[in-house]
Nanobody
Framework: QVQLVESGGGLVQAGGSLRLSCAAS????????MGWFRQAPGKEREFVAA????????NYADSVKGRFTISRDNAKNTVYLQMNSLKPEDTAVYYC????????????????WGQGTQVTVSS
């Protein structure tokens, strides 16, 4: 199983930026896809972005396209989520995910999860 640790969350004003990081360990990082999901209070966990093992394929939720960028550094076993032009509706706990055979948008197909990092965007 993969161990995942997120960092980089915090409080930011609307229009600001944050970069989330997710460090992976336990298995060969470059063998699997990575994803980001988020969950706001009272809502189901939702897909944000995903990236293939070599970065050649990426997928984004419509709500974040053009504002968020997912990337990975296989040498550092780390995946990133650069978030720009943040909006109050982006407020949520952000989770890193691994162990999926494709860039699924349904969280049920991802097998490993981090503990989450809180992102709060004030208006």
């Amino acid at each position: 199983q993969v161990q995942l640790v997120e960092s980089g969350g915090g409080l930011v004003q609307a229009g600001g930026s944050l970069r989330l990081s997710c460090a992976a360990s336990g298995r060969t990082f470059s063998n699997y896809a990575m994803g980001w999901f988020r969950q706001a209070p009272g809502k189901e966990r939702e897909f944000v972005a995903a990236i293939s093992w070599n970065g050649g394929a990426r997928n984004y939720a419509d709500s974040v396209k053009g504002r968020f960028t997912i990337s990975r550094d296989n040498a550092k076993n780390t995946v990133y989520l650069q978030m720009n032009s943040l909006k109050p509706e982006d407020t949520a706990v952000y989770y890193c995910a691994a162990d999926a055979s494709r860039l699924y948008t349904d969280y049920k197909f991802w097998g490993s999860w981090g503990q989450g990092t809180q992102v709060t965007v004030s208006s």
